[in-house]
């Protein structure tokens, strides 16, 4: 079981307000991720991190942004959510020579 | 733009029966293909991953063909069983430093009892 923990698990909001969604991995790995992922549709990269102070975005054109000051925690924050914004969010780590990339369990973005 | 895609949207298969998932890639660059097993209210979990220069790759219950000539990956799963109802991404990647996953839209296996 990978040690990478997202929160909230869910969360329904209001048009217009900041978001924080939270990713943290206890492993140690350089490398970390945020994918987008609407039901039953492949996961869309949107920012990924080599190490602290390293972000860039994704294939997947999106409107929130990231920071990375620790290797454990890698946050994305909506700065006005938008029902357009509706989704899952999946965050993912790997270490520096690893292929495999470990899944936190998501968190399921409701704005209303 | 290069994509991974699946072939087929939904699988249903009797328990105990083998189960095979297709995926087709555009992508000649990629280094590493990586099968992903997503079960409902969960990120993804890693099966297995085969290199580019590698044609069959197994692992428990689990075998993964490449075929490079027409560019398809699938995934074998021996003696289906219920608890491997979920869905199914095929992945691939440039390998090296440059880490990004590609996925393909998944497909969708139900084991009946």
């Known amino acids: 079981e990978a040690d990478i923990y997202q929160t909230p698990r869910y969360l329904v909001i209001g048009t217009g307000k900041k978001i924080t969604l939270e990713c943290s991995q206890t492993?140690?790995?350089?490398?970390m991720y945020w994918y987008q992922q609407d039901p039953g549709m492949e996961l869309h990269l949107i920012h990924y991190?080599?190490?602290?102070?390293?972000?860039e975005k994704g294939d997947l054109s999106s409107e929130s942004t990231v920071s990375r000051i620790r290797t454990e925690h890698f946050p994305l924050t909506l700065e006005s959510a938008r029902p357009s914004h509706t989704s899952q969010y999946l965050c993912?780590?790997?270490?520096?020579?690893?292929?495999?990339?470990?899944f936190g369990q998501g968190t399921r973005l409701t704005v209303v | 733009g290069e994509s991974v895609g699946l072939h087929l949207p939904t699988l249903s298969v009797q328990e105990g029966d083998n189960s095979i998932i297709n995926c087709a890639y555009s992508?000649?660059?990629?280094?590493?293909f990586i099968w992903y097993k997503q079960e409902s209210g969960k990120g993804p979990q890693f099966i297995i991953d085969i290199r580019s220069n590698m044609d069959k790759r197994q692992g428990q219950r689990v075998t993964v063909l490449l075929n490079k000539t027409v560019k398809h990956l699938s995934l074998q799963i021996a003696a289906t069983q219920p608890g491997d109802s979920a869905v199914y991404f095929c992945a691939e990647n440039m390998g090296g430093s440059n880490y990004k996953l590609t996925f393909g839209k998944g497909t969708l296996l139900t084991v009946n009892p």
């Open positions: 992508n000649s660059a990629s280094d590493y």
């Open positions: 993912a780590s790997s270490p520096r020579t690893g292929r495999e990339a470990f």
């Open positions: 991190s080599y190490g602290v102070n390293s972000t």
């Open positions: 492993m140690g790995h350089d490398k």
